[in-house]
């Protein structure tokens, strides 16, 4: 049973480059959270998928958009990037929208982006 | 605004020793705390998840304990080994809302 996967795991960009990060969810799971974790910090809500829609938001700018794919893959897009989005991007998959659940959420190994 | 706060922010231990990492919060209403381990450069991996009813949960040498009444939690290591070395995030959710992240404690454990 494979777990969650995401791809590349590095990737090296330029400002003002746009940017697309890639994630399977663990198998049987239909929802997707994507975060991101600069050094030393704590992961910070970006956005969630389920049902192939955007369910909720974090505080993070329209630059950063989603998409969910019918066998619920995702996709995060990062466009115009600054230096500061150089980050570690973690997807994590969930069985339902409800973070308030005790179900575990699974998270991948991540995505390395450097915004040079 | 919902907050966790860690402490301590990084700690280094014995091979074999104990220690408690803290973690406090500030979420409402709340629903339930989570543990993670989180190795430089991987995902977190989930260790514990308390709902308001339980005040203890383990998992082989890693045992949690839950005071709702402080907003208090703390996550304890048994006899430490290297390969604790890691990151260890506290995550607390609010209703069926979004996760609220602590900074994690930094935990290094020398031979």
């Known amino acids: 049973d494979a777990g969650v996967t995401q791809s590349p795991t590095h990737l090296i960009k330029t400002r003002g480059q746009q940017v697309t990060l890639r994630c399977s969810p663990k198998s049987g799971h239909d929802t997707v959270s994507w975060y991101q974790q600069a050094l030393g910090q704590g992961p910070q809500f970006i956005f969630q998928y389920y049902e192939e829609e955007e369910r909720q938001r974090g505080n993070f700018p329209d630059r950063f958009s989603g998409h969910q794919f019918p066998n619920y893959s995702s996709e995060l897009n990062v466009n115009a990037l600054l230096l500061g989005d150089s980050a570690l991007y973690l997807c994590?998959?969930?069985?339902?929208?409800?973070?308030?659940?005790?179900?575990?959420?699974?998270f991948g190994p991540g995505t390395r982006l450097t915004v040079l | 605004k919902n907050q966790v706060e860690q402490s301590p922010q990084s700690l280094i231990i014995l091979e074999g020793k104990n220690c408690t990492l803290q973690?406090?919060?500030?979420?409402?209403?709340?629903?339930?705390l989570r543990w993670y381990k989180q190795d430089t450069g991987r995902g977190p991996v989930s260790l514990t998840i308390?709902?308001?009813?339980?005040n203890t949960k383990s998992n082989g040498r890693y045992t949690a304990t839950l005071d709702a009444d402080t907003k208090q939690s703390s996550l304890h290591i048994t006899a430490s080994q290297l390969s604790d070395s890691a990151s260890y995030i506290c995550?607390?959710?609010?209703?069926?809302?979004?996760?609220?992240f602590g900074k994690g404690t930094m935990l290094l454990v020398s031979p």
């Open positions: 994590a998959s969930s069985l339902g929208p409800y973070a308030g659940g005790t179900d575990t959420q699974y």
């Open positions: 995550v607390v959710s609010a209703g069926y809302s979004t996760l609220t």
């Open positions: 308390m709902t308001f009813s339980e």
């Open positions: 973690c406090n919060y500030t979420v409402s209403p709340f629903s339930n």
